[in-house]
Structures are given as C-alpha cells and as structure tokens.
C-alpha cells in the first residue's frame, strides 16, 4: 500500500459553476453487496461434473482529492484478498472506497464541497477482476446488488454535478462469446437534488463445449466529481461516462475480451 500526492486525476463527470465563489456540497456513494457464485450442470446424466475455478486476481481500491492548491490520495492494489481502507481528505471533505477483501464486497464514496477552481476533483473507486476456468457442459452464474447514490444541496446547480455506479461485467476469454454486464448509475438532471439507483443482476455464462474455457468477472464501485468551467457536455456525454464506471476495472484489464 502507497500513499501518494498527485496533480491529475481522469475523472467521470464534469462539474460547473455559475461563479468562482460558488461552493455547492455533494454526496456521492456506491456499491456492490450478497454477490454470490453458482454452478449449473448443463448435462447432469454423462457422469461428468460440473464446475469452475478461481484464477488470479487483481484488486484496486483508491481515492483521490484535488481541491485548489491541495493534492492527497491513497492507492492499494494488495496481493492477497484482505480488507483495505483508501482515503483522501480536505478540511471536512473526503473520497472513500473500501473492500473488505471478499470478490464483489466493494464500495466508495464522496463527500465534497467548495469545489471552485479548474481542476478541483474528487474520486473513489473500489474495482476487481478474476479469471475463471469453466467445466466443460458448465453454466457459470454470479449475482448480486448494485447500489448507486447522489445527493446535491443546490439542486438548481446547471449540469450534473457528479456521477455514481456500481455494477459487473462477465466475458469469454477464450472463446468468441458475446459480454455480460449488470448493474447501473446515476447522474443528477437539473433541478434535482438527489437520484438513487438499485436493483439485482444476475450474469450467467455457458460452456457448452467440450473443453474448458475462460472467463473473466469484472467488479467495481465509483465516485466521482470534476469541476471544469471550460466545457459543458451533451446529454449523451454523460450517458457514456455514467456507463463507463460499469466496466472501470474490465476496460483496462480486459478489452480484448470485450471486443
């Protein structure tokens, strides 16, 4: 684990103020919780068994702060599966995210204000992936709740002033298969003050070949905030950021499989 200072952070979602002086507070959470595993025998009566495998696994866990001439962050990406605790804080603001070192325990959050110079951000993001060896004639499941909050205390504030998603991606590693993804976010539109997102997903992949193939699970939970005077995006900006806090770790680790 490394504690940091940086000065640039790639963030989700831009936010504008009307004004140098304005300093409107936001909220921001996100998480994944009661993901669970399961395994389906797509041919129970030819006397093999069905099943799958955990490979290597990565874990990122991070949350960063810019606010005017302050920098602070913390990253860890541990080696072995424990919980980790990432926090970045200016005055009584702050970026959370944590894992608590089980696959798809995952959360983050932000709390911020006073954000009133170009390139003021804050950001957290609690993101894994894991390869998977899948039994021949096996059908793999995972499922879970994806939960993604925002609250604004100006809600007549002129664009979404932050972005929260959570959800999970599955692919095919070795095997030309289209992906899965479950799970969503949420953007304020103007005029409102708060937005909440949560449902279930359940993602299942089929190996109805008769070898084992892989695949690659995906998790994230992410927060985030920008303050950017220069640009005001179009709706459909937002929506392809929204939608990129779903695959944050899968994008990176995985694109291959995704094309």
């Given at each position: 684990?490394?504690?940091?200072?940086?000065?640039?952070?790639?963030?989700?979602?831009?936010?504008?103020?009307?004004?140098?002086?304005?300093?409107?507070?936001?909220?921001?959470?996100?998480?994944?919780?009661?993901?669970?595993?399961?395994?389906?025998?797509l041919t129970p009566d030819d006397g093999i068994a069905a099943g799958y495998q955990f490979g290597p696994r990565d874990t990122t866990v991070k949350a960063s702060m810019t606010i005017a001439e302050f920098y602070d962050g913390f990253e860890a990406a541990p080696y072995f599966p424990v919980p980790v605790n990432a926090q970045a804080r200016f005055s009584d603001y702050t970026a959370h995210a944590n894992t608590s070192g089980?696959?798809?325990?995952?959360?983050?959050?932000?709390?911020?204000?006073?954000m009133r110079w170009q390139g003021d951000n804050a950001q957290a993001e609690a993101s894994q992936w894991v390869s998977i060896l899948l039994k021949a004639h096996s059908e793999f499941t995972v499922?879970?709740?994806?939960?993604?909050?925002?609250?604004?205390?100006?809600?007549?504030?002129?664009?979404?002033?932050?972005?929260a998603g959570a959800g999970a991606t599955l692919s095919y590693v070795s095997v030309d298969k289209p992906w899965l993804r479950g799970g969503g976010n949420v953007q304020l539109q103007a005029g409102q003050s708060q937005a909440h997102y949560g449902e279930s997903f359940s993602l299942t992949a089929t190996n109805d070949f008769d070898y084992d193939i892989e695949l690659r699970l995906s998790l994230g939970a992410s927060t985030s905030a920008y303050y950017d005077i220069s640009a005001v995006p179009e709706p459909g900006t937002w929506a392809m950021l929204g939608a990129g806090l779903l695959v944050l770790a899968g994008r990176r680790r995985f694109g291959r499989s995704a094309a």
């Open positions: 684990m490394k504690r940091y200072l940086t000065t640039a952070i790639v963030a989700s979602t831009v936010l504008f103020a009307a004004s140098a002086g304005a300093a409107v507070r936001t909220t921001a959470s996100a998480a994944l919780t009661n993901v669970q595993f399961s395994v389906t025998d089980a696959l798809g325990s995952l959360s983050s959050s932000i709390d911020v204000g006073a499922s879970g709740y994806a939960e993604a909050a925002l609250w604004t205390e100006n809600p007549d504030y002129p664009v979404l002033p932050a972005v």
